[in-house]
């Protein structure tokens, strides 16, 4: 039948939701959404096709949490995976600084390429390397974070389609599933902007605190999914775009 899980997967339907194919699938939310690199669990589209973890234990394995004192060749020694891997896997960036508190990835999760962006997202914004840091509601920042004023523009980073929807973690945010099928996600916007047919550089909305970000420092949550798959470390694509 259409949509039922093979070999591990499921392409998602119209009107599945993440707890009703977790319901299906006799599995937690919480399994698919970290073995799937689900930031949102309110956000998954039509078409997507989403990994089904062989068991729920599975979904958290191959995360390290970094200890005061890491350095990349203390996790490469402890965890016996090859600081190459480790670098591969988190997309870390010369010179492969780590952070207190932060988890790692044991293992690639997704070996498709990642086009450069066409567009810094958020001109001036600040940034830096935050992928991996803890986070409350989704244990592992799988984005960056684009630090700017409330209101400041958010342009399309690539051409594509974008649609806009509105989350519980998220707040306001879009979808941009480039022509090369990468798929962009950008959250906690002030308002939307342009949706459908976007050339790179459209405004697709302005940047502010909702969703979980309530309160904080506005800013732009992105993320990075080539060939729409799970996502990968933006740092190094925004720093080549923007600096």
Known sequence: MAGMAETGR???????????????????IDSLAQANGITDPDR?????VLTIPDSDSTATAGVVAV???????????????RAATLIAAN??????????????????????????LTHCPV????FMNDWG????TTGFHQGTDMMAKQGTPIVAP????VTHGVGSIGGNYFQLVAQDGTRYYGAHLNSFGKSGSVKAGEVLGTVGDTGDAV??????????????????????LLVAACR
């Open 123 to 126: 001109a001036g914004a600040r």
């Open 44 to 48: 998954i589209y039509t078409g997507q």
């Open 133 to 136: 840091f803890p986070r409350a």
């Open 158 to 161: 690539a051409a594509g389609t």
């Open 67 to 81: 200890q005061p004192g890491d350095t990349l060749t203390k996790i490469a020694n402890r965890t016996g995976v």
């Open 215 to 236: 309160g904080g420092p506005t800013h732009l949550h992105l993320e990075v999914h080539p060939a729409g798959g799970a996502a990968v470390n933006p740092y190094s």
């Open 10 to 28: 499921y392409t998602v339907r119209r009107g599945d939701t993440l707890s009703s194919i977790a319901l299906r699938e006799k599995r937690s």
């Open 91 to 116: 997309g870390l960036v010369d010179p492969y600084v780590v952070y207190s508190g932060g988890r790692l990835l044991l293992g690639v999760r997704n070996s498709a390429p990642a086009a450069p």
